[in-house]
């Protein structure tokens, strides 16, 4: 029966005139994506761009030469959000806006990088001109409905010049509205059961594939992960509307690529796909429609825990990425961030499962940051890329598994963490692990963290239903110049895991609150030495 839905859903795309040619292409061959937000050049103090430095055409080379350097084979560029162009467009001329929104606006709200397109200057061409010298293939990374200054648009005060587009303050009835099971945010988001909403995005996706000679486009579903009114729509009708679109966006690749040469698409979507329905995502439709590459993503932090395997299986012709972030946990205030044992597990974990590579998002936010000061801050890992490129050398590296608690984006699913235990209960926990290529030959160590001290709790665990010993050490795996978010020793327990008890595959824990007030656990980890 699946392969007949399978075939039915093919042959109407292909009545339809968009089956991908993709099916005699050959995969994407790419390793490690990098992703640019350009925000950071001026958020992050860096060694090429100090704090207070004015924004000029050599950062944005510097951006692209740092990743080239690290290893990344594909530069994502994102240029804005998706509303007002950030590049000389055709379809939304800079000027005319800016006039518009003077005129309209008493906000004096903008952003260097629309002053510089509108000073002269191309940092879209820039940055994929440089990406050729460097050998890395230049993308662009377009945000379908990204939420960032939309909650001040109304505001004439507040609302910003680099976010605010007319096409979108002169309609507020093509907004989503509040919505049950929604964010707040999503409110100010379009809604994308509208076509005139769908053509608005689909003219400037338009304008960047035809003016400029880039090698593959991005379409990030997840800045921000809403896009339907859930109680108008049914699921059916939601995946429709997402997968013509996207067809669409391939016809036109195909169309506007230069010199023969062809042009990869990529889809940015939630790594879980109990997320999939509410955003209209049918993975093995989007690659019948032409979708090459697939960035599966847990919104801002980095995961372990994901359907990887499951969509691996759903597009098995496709290139599929595991994006990896600066940081594995926040409390909305800090953040916890990545450690090169951390990031390098997590792709071991994700090439075990059958990922083709890894995309690096946000991996500039280590650094000192102007807009949200979270010390320390160091400079991002950048030697740990070209082990994350290769599967043999991440396989032999320290493992270190862990589960944070997140943000609650993209809903569902629901996350393990955090999780509050009462005294005399049980919870579980599942981890799914992977050996190195020999197998685990040293204990490892598992440790909970709570969200305040618990000097009086008494514990047990058992991994795969075998009681285990307790440990009194309690201390950080490996070592960890970044205490972000780091549990105080009252806040943490510790137990030894023998080697003979974990299995490939997923892996039953639970812990115990014998004795104690209840807890709320916020980070569990299972560490193994090399």
């Given amino acids: 029966m699946q392969n007949r839905r399978v075939f039915l859903r093919t042959t109407a795309l292909a009545g ?3 089956v991908a040619r993709g099916a005699q292409r050959r995969k994407a061959p790419f390793r490690v994506l990098y992703s640019s937000d350009t925000t950071h050049i001026l958020t992050c103090a860096s060694p090429w761009r100090p704090r207070g430095a004015k924004l000029s055409a050599a950062m944005f080379h510097a951006a692209v030469d740092e990743a080239a350097d690290a290893g990344a084979d594909a530069h994502l560029l994102q240029p804005g959000l998706g509303w007002v162009p950030w590049w000389p467009s055709k379809v939304l001329p800079l000027d005319a806006h800016a006039a518009w929104f003077r005129e309209h606006f008493d906000s004096k709200n903008s952003s260097a990088f629309v002053r510089f397109v509108l000073d002269g200057g191309d940092f879209v061409k820039l940055t994929l001109d440089r990406c050729r010298e460097r050998g890395m293939a230049g993308f662009v990374s377009f945000r379908l409905n990204d939420a960032h200054h939309k909650a001040d648009a109304d505001d004439p005060k507040k609302a910003r010049g680099d976010s605010v587009p007319r096409f979108y303050a002169e309609h507020p009835e093509f907004r989503l509205g509040p919505q049950p099971e929604q964010t707040g945010y999503a409110a100010m988001l379009h809604n994308w059961a509208i076509p005139e909403v769908r053509e608005f995005k689909f003219r400037l996706i338009e304008d960047l594939c035809r003016n400029y000679d880039l090698d593959g486009l991005e379409l990030d579903f997840l800045r921000h992960p809403h896009f339907f009114r859930l109680g108008e729509t049914n699921r059916d009708q939601r995946r429709a509307v997402m997968t013509e679109f996207v067809a669409r966006v391939r016809r036109l690749l195909d169309e506007t690529g230069r010199d023969g ?9 939630p790594a879980h796909l109990a997320s999939h329905d509410k955003l209209g995502l049918d993975v093995a439709a989007l690659a019948t429609a032409g979708v090459e590459m697939f960035d599966l993503s847990t ?9 990887l395997a499951e969509i691996r299986r759903l597009v098995p012709d496709a290139a599929v990425f595991h994006e990896l972030t600066q940081c594995t946990a926040n409390d ?4 916890r961030r990545s450690t090169p044992e951390q990031l390098s597990t997590t792709a071991h974990l994700a090439y075990a499962r059958g990922a083709d590579g890894v995309a690096l998002f946000n ?3 280590y650094r000192e940051q102007s807009h949200e000061p979270d010390p320390p801050c160091v400079e991002p890992p950048f030697a740990i890329v070209k082990t994350l490129r290769e599967p043999a050398r991440v396989d032999a590296a320290p493992q270190h598994y862990f589960i944070g608690r997140n943000y609650s984006e993209p809903r569902p699913p629901r996350r393990q963490l955090p999780r509050i235990v009462a005294p005399g209960t049980t919870s579980r926990f599942t981890l799914d692990l992977a050996p190195p290529a020999g197998g685990w030959q040293r204990p490892g160590r598992l440790r909970i963290q709570s969200a305040i001290a618990m000097p009086t709790s008494r514990w047990s665990a058992s991994l795969n239903g075998i009681a285990l010993a307790s440990s009194d050490d309690i201390s950080e795996p ?10 105080t020793p ?5 137990w030894t895991v023998p080697v003979e008890h974990c299995r490939d595959g997923r892996n039953e824990i639970e812990f115990t609150l014998a004795e104690g007030p209840a807890t709320e656990l916020i980070f569990l980890d299972l560490a ?3």
């Fill in 16 to 18: 339809a005139g968009v």
């Fill in 261 to 269: 040469r062809h042009r990869w698409l990529c889809v940015r979507i």
């Fill in 299 to 307: 919104y801002y932090h980095t995961e372990q825990q994901t359907s």
């Fill in 332 to 335: 909305g205030h800090s953040h």
């Fill in 363 to 365: 991996f500039q936010y």
């Fill in 478 to 487: 490996f070592s960890n110049p970044l205490t972000q978010l780091l549990g």
């Fill in 490 to 494: 009252a806040a943490l327990r510790a």
């Fill in 528 to 530: 193994f030495p090399a």
